[in-house]
Every structure is written in structure tokens, then in C-alpha cells.
């Protein structure tokens, strides 16, 4: 079976410091990968999604980025961390192919800007 | 581009009654419609989903109807329980080559 791995869990980082999260999907080749951010009490926000290796697309501008390195890694970065990046962060996969797939979602990190 | 909305935002009922969520969609080419349910804390878990060759779906207490001449559908929970207390997510989607797009979400709760 499929399983998606986030973490990590919770981190506390101060203004200014740089922003490594990894996401890693197992027991499926070529996922679908996607970052979304979800503030307090909030929808989800959708920030990058990827098709494949090196492939990705931002959907809104930011102080963030991504990168996929091998199919089924996805990790979200900053070089420089805003308070304003605080929240709940979401790895998410679905299969490729034909007909409609869910999405399914990690436990998320929880980042505070300090 | 699609568009989904959700109502209520939050909803309160007492343990065994009903809870109703429903949503509307604007593209008409959207034929997937995915249920989310997420725990405090946690990441949405998939609860059910339906496509729009069918009219109703149903697995145990849940079930989720479609009416695409209305462009809407509905997220039915009978008996709640207090664990159903969370917050539901209803989205829609063309193809698995696009973009789920999701509705702001209901606060459900659930009380004993």
C-alpha cells in the first residue's frame, strides 16, 4: 500500500532562517506531489505541485520553493523566513494516469516564525 | 477557472441527528468530487467521493449526492457521533491532469 511521510512534525524557527521540509511517498512510482499551506482556521492553500522529477509549478507568488530530486521526494524551502510563513503545512500525492484519483495528504508540520 | 463553495461554515448538532454540508461548483466539466474530513492537528483524510456518472453514493453513515444540472452536491452524515466532530472539505476536479479545487471548509461539531 501507498504511505506518505512529512516532517517534521513541528518546528520553531526564527525570522530570518532558512526552511528545509521534506515530503517522501512510498509503494507508488510517478505520484503527482503537491505543497499546500493552511493558516489557523483556514482552507487550504495550494503552492506548488509537481507532474515529475524537475517539474514544478508555483501558484503563488512567495518567499518559498520547491524542488523534486526523485520521483517520489518533494521538499519545500526558504532561504529567508517572514512571519508571515507561519502555519500548517501539507505534502500531498495522487496517482498519474487515466481517470480521477483522490489526493491523499500527510500529517503536515506545524512551522511558528519567531 | 472552477470555483467551490461550501456552506454552512460551522455547523453544531446533537449526538444521533443528521449533519448536511453542501457545495456548489461553477465548471461544468468538473466530474470528480472528493469528501475530506480532517482532525485537529492531522492531515484530510479522504471519507468518500463520487463521480458524475453517479447520482448517489453511500458507505456506512455517509453518503454524498451529485445533481450536475444544479451544479452541486452534498455531504450527508446520519447518527452523528461525537468523533465525527472535525472539519469537512468538499472539492472538485476535472481531470487527474488537473488541479483539485477545494471549498473553504465546515466546522462540524458534534455534541454529546
Known amino acids: 500500500s501507498q504511505t506518505i511521510h512529512q516532517w517534521p512534525a513541528t518546528l520553531v524557527q526564527p525570522v530570518g532562517s532558512p526552511l528545509s521540509l521534506e515530503c517522501t511517498v512510498e509503494?507508488?512510482?510517478?505520484?503527482?506531489l503537491y505543497w499546500y499551506r493552511q493558516a489557523a482556521g483556514r482552507g487550504l492553500q495550494l503552492l506548488f505541485y509537481?507532474?515529475?522529477?524537475?517539474?514544478i509549478s508555483s501558484e503563488v507568488p512567495q518567499n518559498l520553493s520547491a524542488s523534486r530530486p526523485q520521483d517520489r521526494q518533494f521538499i519545500l524551502s526558504s532561504k529567508k523566513l517572514l512571519l508571515s510563513d507561519s502555519g500548517f503545512y501539507l505534502c500531498?500525492?495522487?496517482?498519474?494516469?487515466?481517470?480521477?484519483?483522490?489526493?491523499?495528504f500527510g500529517d503536515g508540520t506545524r512551522l511558528s516564525i519567531l | 477557472g472552477e470555483n467551490v463553495e461550501q456552506h454552512p461554515s460551522t455547523l453544531s448538532v446533537q449526538e444521533g441527528d443528521s449533519a448536511v454540508i453542501k457545495c456548489t461548483y461553477s465548471?461544468?466539466?468538473?466530474?470528480?468530487f472528493p469528501w475530506y474530513k480532517q482532525e485537529l492537528g492531522k492531515g484530510p483524510q479522504l471519507i468518500i467521493d463520487?463521480?458524475?456518472?453517479?447520482g448517489e453514493k453511500k458507505d456506512q453513515r455517509i453518503a454524498v449526492t451529485l445533481n450536475k444540472t444544479a451544479k452541486h452536491f452534498s455531504l450527508h452524515i446520519t447518527e452523528t457521533q461525537p468523533e465525527d466532530s472535525a472539519v469537512y472539505f468538499c472539492a472538485a476536479r476535472k481531470t487527474s491532469y488537473d488541479k483539485v479545487i477545494f471549498g473553504p471548509g465546515t466546522s462540524l461539531s458534534v455534541i454529546p
Open positions: 509503494g507508488t512510482s510517478n505520484p503527482n
Open positions: 500531498a500525492w495522487s496517482p498519474t494516469g487515466f481517470g480521477n484519483q483522490p489526493q491523499h
Open positions: 509537481s507532474v515529475g522529477i524537475g517539474q
Open positions: 465548471d461544468s466539466a468538473s466530474n470528480y
Open positions: 463520487i463521480r458524475s456518472n453517479v
